[in-house]
């Protein structure tokens, strides 16, 4: 997707949800086996809460590509994330910074983040902060 999700006018999200619905009913029919079939399911996932937001009234807390952090410094290894499938889970590696890849909207003014590197997973966005790129120290 080219243009940002949240930028879109209406006209321009709703064709490009109908188009992913499409593509995820193609793809899930068994009329064809078709290897991309659970980005499809991903990216109707993502522009229906996209959708949902605009609905509900809310703006995303970060944008694609800003850099984030955990909020409280805690170790890495104390935070999880479930999958869409809700049944493994994932640490993130190291302290960060981390890129935002998709800022994904869940309903409820609740929000989940996923990172370029490890996009299929889905942080919860409050464990978050973001940084400007000046706050970001380089090792080395």
């Given at each position: 997707?080219?243009?940002?999700?949240?930028?879109?006018?209406?006209?321009?999200?709703?064709?490009?949800?109908?188009?992913?619905?499409?593509?995820?009913?193609?793809?899930?029919?068994?009329?064809?086996?078709?290897?991309?079939?659970?980005?499809?399911?991903?990216?109707?996932?993502?522009?229906?809460?996209?959708?949902?937001?605009?609905?509900?009234?809310?703006?995303?807390?970060?944008?694609?590509?800003?850099?984030?952090?955990?909020?409280?410094?805690?170790?890495?290894?104390t935070?999880?994330?479930?999958?869409?499938?809700?049944?493994?889970?994932k640490?993130?590696?190291?302290?960060?910074?981390?890129?935002?890849?998709?800022?994904?909207?869940?309903?409820?003014?609740?929000?989940?983040?996923?990172?370029?590197?490890?996009?299929?997973?889905?942080?919860?966005?409050?464990?978050?902060?973001?940084?400007e790129?000046?706050?970001?120290?380089?090792?080395?």
């Amino acid at each position: 997707m080219a243009t940002y999700a949240y930028d879109m006018g209406h006209q321009g999200l709703l064709d490009a949800m109908a188009h992913a619905a499409a593509e995820t009913g193609i793809s899930g029919s068994g009329l064809v086996i078709d290897p991309a079939a659970p980005f499809h399911r991903e990216e109707y996932h993502y522009l229906r809460g996209v959708v949902l937001a605009r609905l509900e009234g809310q703006e995303p807390p970060v944008r694609r590509g800003d850099q984030v952090v955990y909020e409280d410094e805690r170790p890495s290894d104390t935070f999880h994330s479930e999958n869409q499938s809700g049944h493994r889970r994932k640490t993130l590696g190291d302290t960060g910074p981390y890129i935002v890849y998709r800022v994904w909207y869940l309903g409820d003014g609740k929000w989940a983040l996923s990172f370029e590197g490890s996009h299929e997973w889905r942080f919860d966005n409050s464990k978050f902060k973001k940084v400007e790129l000046e706050d970001v120290s380089i090792a080395g």
